[in-house]
């Protein structure tokens, strides 16, 4: 007998882990669509205002109208249930209304973000078979791509029906499929139907209590599946989505201001962009922001770090959401208190209705309360599987023991129970790590790596220093270390699966066991800086700003082209850095201008013009950066 067979709980504990624990039944509208609930907001604000973007409104009335001109034009290319329909663009009106309009045609949509490599955009359309490509006006269509390709703003959409579309769909359909990253170097398609989505925000258990009144941001990508919770949370109950531009999100004082601005009531943050969003909000003077609601997902919150916004916003609602694409956005729920602030764990919470979840060993036993084990989900979020990944869902979405006939996922994240039926999360059992809130596969990483030129091996690890944010290192063996790996990496991968650092090693160090010593990396220090540069400051300014970004980012030498961010900078670490040189020179840069002036040589280009600004404005900006230069030091201490 193997003694990993043997079930040693005693049947009150499995009884209060299945019953107790995992009490989340709940009844939910089953043969809803997402479309149909869209409509019937429809139906009660026609002319209420349902999306902002960049100064520009739109009424529930006239976004369904402009999606059902686009859903019939789909129509008229015998979109069906099943059928996949890309959508390449940028957060928009046109993005949204091109979602719907996928729906209202019988389709499932692909969001697929502009900004990703060629050869990441062909690969998801080719794998997913994609038969017609929606665009904006500003994403040319791939050359890979042979179907029907519709431009949003084409002016000949006007001539399509405004009427809502006859419904083909169940709520078993298809709704969207959302790519994530892959072990084996390719993404891998995650399908999620419309009952997943319809039950996480309508059943007879709720716990929000979300309205029409409510203004939500549209903050994340498309492709990121937090941005499916903001996009319906708003508009299937008759809300109000703000829509939330890339330079927008990375300057948190600009961020800080839309949030005022419009009197945003439901805010949605990885932690990473939050703890900027404090940074930020520390400097100001006010206190009158109107949200009800701050809800954390996509990576592990540091609970201790909350304190500050609570006493600022005691009314404030606090909760963090463990998630998983897979099993449609949320999982746990946990609302976080001054006490939570108090401790070290990593609380995710108690599963949402119509989601039970399950801490097993490698045998699939059930785990008592303070073992851990691997974190399984089960019930009506769970996804449909992989597209065209058979071996893979098996291996991922298996029979649930514990209920017969339900699937569960194997989420490959460790946890395990508290006595109260709440979750501690304790981090990844394999290589998935999660980096500004995206789930990253680092074999993936290791795989694009092993493609280039003179690479012989290569590992990528994530590094945390004290009171600094998570990144990615790749340890590189390579035969001549003068490829620009980031730039050649770039083609492949999108910006965020991109190391910040690449360190060259003569050999990867190995346990005795025979497996990688990571800590040995970790712990390897790099010869001559880890980046190459060629081109060396020459002037005195030049000069002392590549002191300045060395000593910032913790690097010994630099050159005039070398970008800050794939250095190792961040945004915590930009604003320091902006303190710095606005005192050195008596500038007034903007965290902005570090985005689009990154490197030495045009940041350089920048500072004397500011120099033209008044002692007053830049005395104030100094004073503000001081501020947040408090706020960042001194945070750990308090």
Known sequence: MN???????SSAEREKILQIFNDTDA???KDLTIHKAFEQQVQQ????????????EITYGQLNERANQLAASLRKHNIQPGHIVGILADKSMDMIAGILAVL??????MPIDPSYPQERIEYMLQDSGATSLLLDEHSPAPDCFKGNVIAMNDPDLIHESISNPEHVNHSSDLAYIIYTSGSTGKPKGVMIEHRNVIRLFFNDRNLFDFSSTDVWTLFHSCCFDFSVWEMYGALLHGGKLIVIKLDTARDPHAFLKILRQHQVTILNQTPTAFYQLLVAEASSRERDLFLRYIIFGGEALLLSKLKEWKQWYPHTKLINMYGITETTVHVTFKEITLDDMDTSISNIGKPIPTLKVYVLDSSMNLLPVGVQGELYVSGKGVA???LNRPDLTRERFIDNPFEPGTMMYRTGDLARWLPNGELEYLGRADQQVKIRGYRIELGEIEVELMKLDGVREAIVLTKQEEEQLPQLIAYIVADRATVDFGSQLSKALPSYMIPAQFIYVPSIPMTINGKVDKQALLEYKPQN???TTCSPPQTHMEKRLAELWKSNIGIDTIGMDDRYFDLGGDSIRA????HSMNREF?????LGDLYRYDSIRTISQQIKPFNTHSDDAKQSKIQQLDQLKEQILGGGKR
């Open 3 to 9: 003694l990993t067979d043997l079930n040693f709980m």
């Open 384 to 386: 449909r599987g992989y």
């Open 27 to 29: 009844d939910y509208p």
């Open 104 to 109: 209202k045609a019988g389709g499932a949509y």
């Open 529 to 531: 800086g880890e980046k």
């Open 575 to 578: 604003i320091q850095l902006l």
């Open 586 to 590: 008596n500038s007034n840069l903007q």
């Open 45 to 56: 604000r026609r002319n209420e205002i349902a999306v902002v973007s960049e100064g520009e």
